[in-house]
């Protein structure tokens, strides 16, 4: 019983861990934000990419400030 709940855990620390991984957020105005960045927390409406990199090639560009 120790093992499995210790296993049980060991899971949902890893998955939460994985989701809060911070991204860089394309808004809908086509704005890379990277994590950090000015309105990074305040974007809400976005499309997620793992890197600025993906986000530029997906036709973002980089904040103007």
Do not use: E, W
């Amino acid at each position: 019983m120790k093992k499995l709940l210790l296993g049980l855990t060991l899971i949902c620390f890893l998955t939460s861990s994985i989701l809060a991984a911070d991204v860089v957020k394309k808004s809908k105005t086509g704005i890379c934000h990277s994590p950090g960045t000015t309105y990074y927390n305040q974007t809400k409406s976005y499309t997620p990419y793992k890197t600025l990199k993906d986000c530029l090639n997906s036709g973002g560009r980089l904040p103007k400030k």
